[in-house]
């Protein structure tokens, strides 16, 4: 199978059939696309029939002298307040087309598509779903944060936010004012901040994430139900 350009380490594809569900999976920097096994083995589990691929970011971790052997989707080296809005929007072109090409790979709409980051892949999956209309359906942001506090609500995204209540690399205060504020702009949203669990791609926080993704209904599937409804019982009465 021909794979996109951004290189592919770890895939599970169903045992028989067409993938139903594309899960790209995304690590965090300084690591590979090997950190995240854990998620895709339970997402295997729970959706067999679904694409679970998990792929390395583009560039070599720049924080170790001669990159080490670990990848990042944008530079931290001097890092700051004022530029890091500003590396993570200069990323999100070549990321948002690695995501379209993944679902084109596998001929599914956008709809079918679900992003789930660690630490700085949760970065980049909540600030392309943000940038770009109709790119994906999902969001488990493992552990991450917005590169700017967010102005609108996706258009018919669901986001899940898992955090760490002992996290001391992306606080989760942060996610916690991000939740509230796209509450407000009518977002679909989950935020849950498990204790005693730190900046790691923890198994409770993988098991809060499959419970979510089972039971959380999204508003447009309200929506589509209630129109159905209301038409059925405008038909009712001819």
């Known amino acids: 199978m021909n794979t996109p350009a951004r290189s592919q380490a770890l895939a599970l594809l169903p045992d ?6 594309l899960f790209l999976l995304l690590h965090g920097a300084g690591a590979d696309a090997s950190q995240m096994r854990p998620l895709a083995q339970a997402l295997r589990a729970q959706y067999p029939q679904a694409a679970v691929v998990s792929i390395n970011a583009p560039d070599a971790y720049d924080q170790i002298p001669g990159g080490g052997a670990g990848h990042q989707w944008y530079s931290l080296k001097d890092a700051n307040d004022d530029n890091h809005a500003q590396r993570v929007a200069a990323a999100l072109p070549g990321f948002i087309a690695t ?13 079918r598509v679900a992003l789930a980051g660690f630490s700085q892949g949760a970065v980049m999956a909540l600030e392309a779903v943000q940038a770009e209309v109709a790119l994906a359906g999902r ?7 917005y590169a700017n506090m967010p102005g609108h609500a996706p ?28 509450v407000r702009l ?8 498990l204790p005693d669990i730190g900046h790691e791609l923890h198994p409770e926080l993988i098991e809060k994430a499959m419970g979510q993704l089972r039971t959380f209904v999204p508003a447009r599937v309200w929506r589509e139900a209630m129109q ?9 009465k001819d």
């Open 155 to 182: 258009l018919n995204v669901s986001l899940h936010l898992l955090h760490g209540l002992q996290d001391g690399t992306l606080p989760y205060q942060d996610q916690v004012d991000a939740a509230k504020r796209l």
């Open 228 to 236: 159905a409804a209301k038409e059925q019982g405008l038909q009712g």
């Open 186 to 193: 009518g977002a679909d949203i989950t935020a849950d901040i």
């Open 99 to 111: 995501v379209r090409a993944w679902g084109q790979q596998f001929d599914l709409p956008w709809e």
């Open 16 to 21: 028989k059939g067409l993938p139903e569900l």
């Open 139 to 145: 969001v488990l942001a493992f552990s991450g944060a």
